[in-house]
């Protein structure tokens, strides 16, 4: 038995308790509160001394010439179940961060983390030898190592990989936050994410879902014969969207463009073109507020389905929604906030005006009297009610009253025409349009409708909205020539949806922010 297994219980403890060997306390107020880095004082000064002592040593500090073999996540499996203290003599290369040390002047115990996750490796002066040994010491919390070495068991059984070799690949400048009282500060994590990343495995774990689902979205798709496409990003006319455009200027055309609010006219086009079943995957440009539920950048997929409609694409809907929980979860049923949300289809469909009559205190034969829905209106305090035609009087109430309680899938479906601008109407009553919304969690997770294909209804339709613009409509849609030219030479009935990926995310991870599962969230400028 290995001299060192009796230490091992102690080392554990100071893992656990946080009293691990670190630097980082003095960090913590800089990463928490962004002070400036010359605040860090000797501990910098220490770690570039480190830097050019390496050099001397002649080890280049941010070298690229290691290789690594294996992963951490690799050998833990392989021997979790295997018994014994020397577990076999198999060497593995693996390279991470350093996370903890404990040190015990001619041996240390390290817990190197890397894309897998963390394992314990072992490195001792009579085994690495003198020099390399004397490398270590100048290694800190947060360095990038690589280590070769044979798996072992400690007599507290925990997996140890006892290095034979030791590489420096990267020094790290500023020392990672404490364990326990390290980045907890949520701006901070945001603004720092690879920090965050680093020291939160559970953040890392949302990004990892957040992979999964979009690649599960991109198969279910593709094996249901729909095309993966990409539309432009920056669009001479804004529209596909009711929302206010971010602006830019191209200096060699010397005209305006806009960072797209939708994809939807490109993507009708290529209807138009025969390309019957598409999608796409990316990104959305909204000039709007920041809140938990809306980032101006944010991720849709939008897809659209030749000879289909609206019914169809509730039913691909939940079953594609249900197929990833079920993947993702092995259940269809799942926690988010607090209450149990169920996937399981079919789900409860409801049109607009039953909705409200169900959630608002106002009844059924009411809500289709205007001015009686304008009484209600009053009565709650909704403001710039009585500006609002009946269509979007309508919508606002129910925005206002009805959407934070469908907490289950809900289809919200039979919209007001004069908030669908770019939807068919329906066959038997034209005032309304076949249009649907899913609320899941009280929030809105995907927009789809019958696609208007009518060139001269739609023209008229836009013409309409150029109107309300003038009057002083922000979200009004523009006029789009090219795009009433497009439908003109003919576009096969068809059904499209929207699917907003990061609030799907969301509520796949149990996530109240949008942006935590957003990589880097905008914020505002630090001061």
Known sequence: MLDWYGELGYFQHS???????????????????????EELGELLKNRRAKIEKLREMGVNPFANDF?????????????????????????????GRIMAVRSFGKAAFVILQDRAGKLQVFIQKNLVGDEQYELFKLMDIGDIIG???????????ELTLKVENLRHICKSLLPLPEKWHGLTD????????????????EAKEVFIKRNYIISYIRNYLRQKDFVEVETPMMHPIPGGGAARPFVTHHNTLDMDLYLRVAPEL???????????????????????????????????????????NYHDLMDLTEDLFSKICMDLHGTTKIEYQGKIIDFTPPWQRLTVRDAL?????????DIEDHAKLLAYAKKINLPNAENMVYGKLLMELVDEVVEHNFIQPTFMYEYPLAVSPLSRKNEQNPEWVDRFELIIGGME??????????????RLRLEDQVRQKAMGDEEAQPMDDEFIKALEFGMPPAAGEGIGIDRLVMLMTNQASIREVILFPLLRKEV
Do not use: C
Request: hydrophobic content about 35%; proline content about 3%; aromatic content about 12%.
């Open 15 to 37: 893992i656990y308790s946080g009293n691990m060997r670190s630097n980082a306390s003095e960090l913590n107020t800089y990463l928490d509160k962004g002070e400036k880095m």
């Open 67 to 95: 290789r690594v073999t294996n992963i951490t996540s690799e050998i833990v499996e392989k021997y979790k179940d295997v018994e014994g203290e020397e577990l076999s003599d198999e060497k593995f290369t693996i390279a």
């Open 147 to 157: 280590v070769t070495g044979t798996p072992v068991r400690t007599r507290t059984g």
């Open 266 to 308: 490109y993507l009708k086009r290529l209807l138009v073109g025969g390309m019957e079943r598409v999608f796409e995957i990316n990104r959305n440009f909204r000039n709007e507020g920041v809140s938990t539920r809306h980032n101006p950048e944010f991720t849709m997929m939008e897809f659209y389905w030749a000879y289909a």
């Open 445 to 458: 997770v995907a927009n789809a409708f019958n696609e208007l294909n009518d060139p001269i209804d739609q």
């Open 357 to 365: 009559a169900k959630y608002g205190d106002i009844s059924r034969e």
């Open 186 to 201: 949520v701006e901070a994590r945001y603004r720092q994410r690879w920090v965050d990343l680093t020291v939160n495995p």
